[in-house]
């Protein structure tokens, strides 16, 4: 119920102060004249949304928070729509373009850095002298061997620097890729192979290998099953060492450090690349007494060896254990990089499918120490295949287009098949197409 007393001080309006048509009226409140506003005429008085006071207190709003210009009817047709679409589609173009152009220059830089593993790995080989095909590293990569002036060191002898190949392969577990259950070593000495003939694709250096397989203690009952057929229990280069992480780590870094000394022998075979002392000649006969002979060298240039090799890197730093940290190390080789540099291909290939394409037997793969060695000879393989093969690349272009154009047809005609109708499945009305049949259209 209203209260009366509201409204008793409020002044009496008359008629003669009033007409309805006025836009103003005076009154007398307090005994002193207020001049009151009359909104006679609410659509023709508002030229725009009154302002609140108090501002948007207690969740109320002005008419002007939902208040809209309207759209000038001539700058809105169809005309104008139309340009308004291929003026986007300009805008578009420019972004793909810059991110396109950024992509290519990406590409080309690791195009540039695959080359750049494969003549490396030629050079080290002693296939490709520096003086034919100086190194100069790509932006990005990493080789401790260049000098101050960006020359390339070279030891003079048949083998760049007396390096040491040293591959390296792990064994995850499935549902933990963290977990390392198997650690290969496989390590082949450039100064071993001194007058030894290469052989085809440099296969004779192959009986070079030193292999160790070190299976981690804690997961020795572990078979990987469901992503990959694991065969721990397979080592075919020697005999597998149960260990535990920690004597996993040692051995590697014991593997660096027996590198390290500078002092080498001049009569090799060497028996024990992992031995930390220093390595001494067989004894020689010579006017009619034994003699050993020994001879200075410069530090051991340790390679370090891969397939997919981030990975397997990651997992060694997990266990405190870095390659690229150690005194020897020098230069990354990654043979998924040496297949895309050799075939000339963005896609890289498992381990497994490069050997079966070089021709040669990889029984037993997913085992560390099986693809140890197998990584070492993929990489030999690839290096004299690379050297001494001359092949029309421009032919096997064309011949990788036209297989790609027949899987486009075969995909397209796939595709397309969802889209045709009959008169039957459309009761007589056409979904639109003319009466040609697709068969004839994707053979034209």
């Given at each position: ?31 002193r ?113 260049v ?39 496989s ?78 022998p ?16 067989s ?10 002979t ?27 254990f ?7 190390y ?27 394409e ?22 030999i ?8 093969s ?55």
């Amino acid at each position: 119920m209203s209260n009366p007393a509201r409204y008793s001080n409020r002044p009496a309006i008359n008629a003669d102060q009033f007409d309805g048509s006025q836009s103003s009226y005076r009154v007398n409140r307090g005994g002193r004249p207020h001049t009151i506003m009359a909104n006679t005429s609410r659509a023709s008085s508002s030229s725009g949304p009154r302002k609140q006071r108090g501002g948007n207190k207690g969740g109320r709003f002005s008419s002007a928070a939902f208040t809209t210009q309207a759209p000038e009817s001539t700058s809105r047709n169809l005309a104008t729509y139309h340009a308004h679409v291929a003026e986007n589609k300009k805008t578009k173009k420019r972004n793909w373009d810059a991110q396109k152009a950024k992509k290519k220059a990406e590409r080309v830089l690791r195009q540039k850095r695959w080359r750049y593993q494969m003549k490396t790995a030629q050079i080290f080989l002693g296939i490709r002298s520096p003086a034919e095909a100086p190194i100069r590293a790509p932006p990005g990569t990493f080789l401790s061997d260049v000098s101050n002036t960006g020359e390339p060191i070279f030891a003079g002898s048949q083998f760049y620097g007396s390096i040491v190949f040293l591959s390296i392969d792990l064994e995850m577990l499935e549902t933990d890729n963290r977990k390392i259950t198997e650690i290969g070593i496989s390590v082949l000495d450039t100064l071993t192979l001194e007058g030894i003939s290469p052989g085809q694709d440099g296969r004779n250096w192959f009986s070079k290998f030193n292999t160790r397989h070190l299976r981690i203690d804690r997961y020795k009952d572990h078979v990987n099953e469901k992503y990959v057929h694991g065969c721990p229990d397979k080592f075919l280069f020697g005999k597998s060492e149960i260990v535990s992480l920690n004597q996993a780590r040692r051995i590697l870094e014991s593997i660096f450090i027996s590198y390290e000394n500078a002092s080498y022998p001049a009569s090799l075979p060497i028996d024990n690349p992992f031995s930390t002392d220093t390595l001494l000649d067989s004894l020689i006969e010579e006017d009619g007494g034994p003699r050993t002979t020994t001879r200075s060298l410069p530090p051991r240039r340790i390679v370090l060896v891969g397939h997919d090799l981030h990975n397997d890197l990651e997992c060694l730093r997990r266990i405190d254990f870095d390659p690229t940290k150690m005194l020897g190390y020098r230069e990354t080789i990654d043979t998924a990089d040496l297949w895309r540099a050799f075939k000339r291909h963005l896609s890289p290939l498992n381990l497994e499918g490069i050997m079966s394409e070089l021709g040669i037997q990889a029984w037993d793969a997913h085992n560390a120490g099986n693809d140890a060695v197998y990584t070492l000879q993929a990489l030999i393989v690839l290096a004299f295949k690379a050297r001494g093969s001359k092949r029309d690349f421009k032919e096997e272009k064309a011949k990788e287009i036209e297989v790609a154009v027949q899987e486009l047809r075969e995909r397209m005609w796939d595709e397309a098949e969802g889209w045709s109708s009959t008169d039957a499945e459309d009761n007589g009305n056409g979904d639109g197409g003319d009466e040609t049949g697709d068969e004839e259209f994707f053979e034209a």
